[in-house]
């Protein structure tokens, strides 16, 4: 079964081309999703046996005065699945927690009211829902405070200022929410295809936490135990777009549907944090003699 990953040199689109092998993936330039003639036409030269979509406008605080990401956050994942419907093709496609208000003190089920507090939000929500209005076989998986191994993410903006020298930091610690590891994502998506799943998803990894006890944790984990990490409040950093100040999502539908629950956040961070270790090891310039 061939897959098409479309945003394959994303962060999690590299990592659905390990679950699924042999996939065509296709990004900017090759491909552009807000194109619908060039979808259906790639669509009917290559016939996959499914559609992965993992692209996305995810510039968060642009969003909130720049309307260019709804073409591709909501009206493309309408025309492409009007077009994996009308060719028969099943399609996986990801949205995010940002759907919610954050006013919460549980985690989101998947029937929960949607109430997003960004523009990033808002054009999500209405990708989902041209989706499920389309009639195409498949699903929408929301995930949460996503992190891996090829592409710009919290655990490496921390790390990275660690390894710059810096001592000390402040990182907002009333922003609640379940961090998600790519390959685990990846993998899950896998597991819902396999079970021809069909609808509305939560996936993340186990645990609740906040960006400074998630900071915390993986400076230990990478050994920078020494780096002072300071709480401080979201109004303590303003930015653009609003943030929803409780996000974890209840993972308890997948759970049924897979088999399985996630594995703890803090496990996923641990093989995150060796990952990068090694991949930067690779890549450090060597000293002559």
Known sequence: MRALILGSRGMLGRELAAEFPGAL????????????????????????????????DTRVDLAESDGAHLAVNDAAVGTLAAACRDGGIPLAHVSTDYVFSG???????????????????????????????????GFVVRTSWLFGNHGPNFVDAILKQAEAGKSELNVVADQEGRPTYAPDL?????????????????????????????????????????????????????????????????TSLYERTVGERPRPYVEALE??????????????????A
Do not use: M, Q
């Open 103 to 137: 006013r919460g003190t549980r985690p989101w089920r998947e029937d929960d009211p949607v109430d997003p507090v960004n523009a990033y939000g808002r054009g999500k929500l209405g990708g989902e829902r041209r989706f499920l209005e389309s009639g195409v076989k």
């Open 186 to 250: 990846a993998r899950a998506i896998r597991l819902l295809f396999e079970k021809e799943a069909s609808g509305l998803f939560h996936f993340a990894n186990s645990g609740v936490t906040t960006w400074y006890t998630f900071a915390r944790e993986a400076l230990r984990l990478a050994l920078f135990e020494g780096v002072v990490v300071r709480p401080c409040t979201t109004a303590d950093f303003p930015r653009p777009a609003r943030r929803p100040a409780y996000s974890a999502l209840d």
């Open 25 to 56: 993936g296709l990004d900017l330039p090759d491909l552009d999703i807000r194109d619908e003639a060039a979808v259906r036409a790639v669509l009917a030269a290559e016939r996959p046996a499914l559609v992965l979509n993992a692209a996305a």
């Open 271 to 288: 093989a995150y944090v060796a990952a990068r270790a090694a991949r930067l090891s690779r890549i450090a310039p060597t000293t002559a």
